[in-house]
């Protein structure tokens, strides 16, 4: 098993667990709440007729499904692409029982083979998912791709660790992390000022953040930095 397998490995067993045992809007794990950041974002794009969302790396619907909520009156999707087939099938459990299903399109897919229609989306979501393509290529194509999948007005909004180190409690020792692209932080910003170039930056911050996992049974500490991302697509705006 080479290191990317051995990482999903981990990644897919890590999130069955969490989908099976903790759920969706109830205190005690990172699913307790939609991210902040994403929601206050959503009014920005009221003025519009409809509201189409992509949410790559959806997971079970921690912010889909309060996106879809939020606009549900109005026309429009929310598309949420996730490779993992247990949180496709939450996603969709959850989105009957919040009464959002006619709102949300699950896509079992690898965020880097999902392809990305031009000009398709009000807003672009990514929460602690880009880490996990395949290399720092993929993740550039991606990036490529949802800046072609973005509308005149539309935002991007991406969170993303970086800096990441893991350390096994007990021993201290330094382990891998298993993360598939290890940023680090400042060349992840200047790679994101550069091919954002000309949008409007409405966020960005750095923030330490700090979690005890388990990883084969053993404590471990993961530590990393959290960026937050957020521009808006004004490069072709008309201006009359």
């Not at 879809?68 to 969709?92: M, N, P, Q, R, T």
């Not at 991007?156 to 298993?178: L, Q, R, V």
Request: proline share 3%; with cysteine.
């Amino acid at each position: 098993m080479n290191r990317l397998q051995l990482i999903r490995k981990s990644e897919r067993e890590y999130h069955d667990h969490c989908y099976e045992h903790d759920e969706l809007f109830k205190p005690g794990s990172w699913l307790h709440k939609p991210v902040k950041t994403v929601m206050e974002l959503l009014p920005m794009l009221e003025h519009n007729k409809d509201v189409n969302v992509l949410d790559l790396g959806s997971g079970v619907g921690r912010n889909s499904i309060p996106i879809a909520d939020y606009y549900k009156e109005k026309a429009g999707k929310v598309v949420c692409v996730d490779f993992l087939e247990s949180a496709i099938k939450k996603l969709g459990q959850y989105s009957e029982q919040y009464n959002v299903s006619h709102k949300i399109h699950p896509v079992l897919s690898d965020i880097s083979e999902y392809s990305i229609p031009h000009n398709e989306f009000h807003l672009i979501v990514s929460v602690s998912a880009l880490e996990h393509v395949d290399s720092e290529r993929t993740f550039d194509e991606v990036i490529e791709n949802m800046i072609l999948g973005t509308q005149i007005d539309g935002i991007n909004c991406i969170i993303i660790s970086t800096g990441i180190k893991e350390t096994m409690i007990d021993t201290g020792e330094s382990i891998e992390p298993m993360y598939e692209i290890l940023f680090e932080t400042n060349h992840l910003i200047e790679k994101l000022e550069r091919v954002y170039k000309g949008w409007h930056h409405i966020k960005l911050t750095v923030r330490p953040y700090a979690i005890e996992i388990v990883r084969e049974g053993q404590r471990v500490r993961l530590e990393s930095d959290v960026v937050t991302w957020v521009v808006q697509n004004v490069c072709c705006r008309e201006i009359n």
